[in-house]
């Protein structure tokens, strides 16, 4: 098992990609530390991850909160070790114009996908450089590579996002820790189901998305999940500083 013995910290663990991740990180025998700003979500994930056998545990943490996910790291390190960090928590928003967006929007979607991936990787890196190994995979973006229209907050973090782990990864590769990125394109979350509820057809705008892709389908989490996985794990042990893009096939079209 790829992951065996290894304790790993995935924030949004309570459903979409970040729950995904968690059950497949489980099933590659590590210990899964889930969390989530929801309380009941994240609990039913490490429910199910421990009723198929394997080991989890769940807490409440608020990503945007420094000294909460300061605290949380810290303890499971002292007890566990820290070996993999996935930083997914992220939100969107609504379709806006630039020129139409309230400064409220722009301070909470920074606050969760920027400032939520800059404390995970401060609380993590102090005990992954001491211990000499370590890796963290946040979850960017396709829109981290093309500033997608009425989407300029959330284009402008994740691309602040992706930056930022080459940055992390200049940094931390010397002290044998690694630094990666994803780059989903579509993928059938709730996030995603938030984006069609938003259009007067949601069903013609889901149909008319999926043409864009080479593949002609959104992807699922589980295909992002694998794709943490491979970062994660010790087979992508000369991968750093990369932003892997899961896209469909969306950006050779």
């Known amino acids: 098992m790829r992951l065996d013995g290894k304790t790993t910290f995935v924030t949004g663990a309570g459903q979409g990609i970040g729950e995904a991740t968690a059950l497949r990180f489980a099933e590659e025998g590590a210990h899964v530390v889930a969390t989530d700003v929801n309380t009941e979500t994240v609990g039913e994930t490490a429910e199910t991850i421990e009723q198929a056998g394997g080991s989890a545990e769940a807490h409440e943490l608020d990503v945007t909160d420094g000294d909460r996910f300061h605290e949380l790291v810290d303890e499971v390190a002292s007890e566990r070790g820290l070996d993999v960090v996935v930083n997914n928590a992220g939100i969107?928003?609504?379709?806006?114009?630039?020129?139409?967006?309230?400064?409220?929007?722009?301070?909470?979607?920074?606050?969760?996908?920027?400032?939520?991936?800059?404390?995970?990787?401060?609380?993590?890196?102090p005990h992954m450089k001491e211990q000499g190994s370590g890796a963290i995979v946040n979850v960017a973006s396709l829109a981290a590579h093309f500033g997608l229209?009425?989407?300029?907050?959330?284009?402008?973090?994740?691309?602040?996002?992706?930056?930022?782990?080459?940055?992390?990864?200049?940094?931390?590769?010397?002290?044998?820790?690694?630094?990666?990125?994803?780059?989903?394109?579509?993928?059938?979350?709730?996030?995603?189901?938030?984006?069609?509820?938003?259009?007067?057809?949601?069903?013609?705008?889901?149909?008319?998305?999926?043409?864009?892709?080479?593949?002609?389908?959104?992807?699922?989490?589980?295909?992002?999940?694998?794709?943490?996985?491979?970062?994660?794990?010790?087979?992508?042990?000369?991968?750093?500083?990369?932003?892997?893009?899961?896209?469909?096939?969306?950006?050779?079209?």
């Open 92 to 125: 969107g928003h609504p379709p806006q114009w630039i020129e139409d967006t309230d400064e409220s929007v722009l301070d909470y979607v920074l606050d969760v996908n920027v400032r939520g991936v800059w404390n995970g990787c401060h609380a993590a890196l």
């Open 149 to 253: 229209p009425r989407q300029a907050v959330y284009s402008l973090t994740k691309g602040a996002v992706l930056n930022f782990t080459r940055a992390v990864s200049a940094e931390s590769g010397p002290m044998g820790v690694r630094a990666n990125a994803v780059c989903p394109g579509f993928v059938t979350t709730d996030l995603g189901e938030q984006f069609f509820a938003t259009r007067s057809d949601p069903e013609a705008a889901r149909e008319q998305m999926e043409q864009r892709y080479d593949l002609r389908r959104l992807g699922e989490a589980e295909e992002i999940a694998d794709c943490i996985l491979f970062l994660a794990s010790d087979e992508s042990s000369w991968v750093t500083g990369h932003g892997l893009v899961v896209d469909g096939g969306f950006s050779t079209s």
